[in-house]
């Protein structure tokens, strides 16, 4: 932030919770007020460190296929009507 901006806001009695918003040069600003400073910027991913190291996968057994067909099943054996 500019240094001209921050001290324009001294002057402005700001209320925690309270979002503001003006126009600028054609732009729509907001300024939202927080209680207390926010430890990371909400669009930043949060830097994890591993505390695990997982083994590359091994390979556990090999499937072959072949080429062939493979015959229908057999029709169903369906009851008559009338009994």
Excluded: C
Aim: hydrophobic share 40%.
């Amino acid at each position: 932030m500019s240094v001209a901006l921050h001290d324009a806001l001294l002057n402005v009695d700001l209320q925690i919770g309270q979002t503001y918003g003006v126009e600028v040069n054609g732009r729509w600003i907001e300024l939202r007020v927080l209680a207390d400073r926010p430890s990371a910027p909400r669009n930043a991913a949060p830097m994890l460190a591993p505390w695990v190291e997982f083994p590359p996968p091994t390979p556990q057994f090999r499937l072959r296929a072949k080429a062939g067909s493979l015959d229908l099943p057999d029709p169903p054996d369906l009851p008559a009507h009338d009994e």
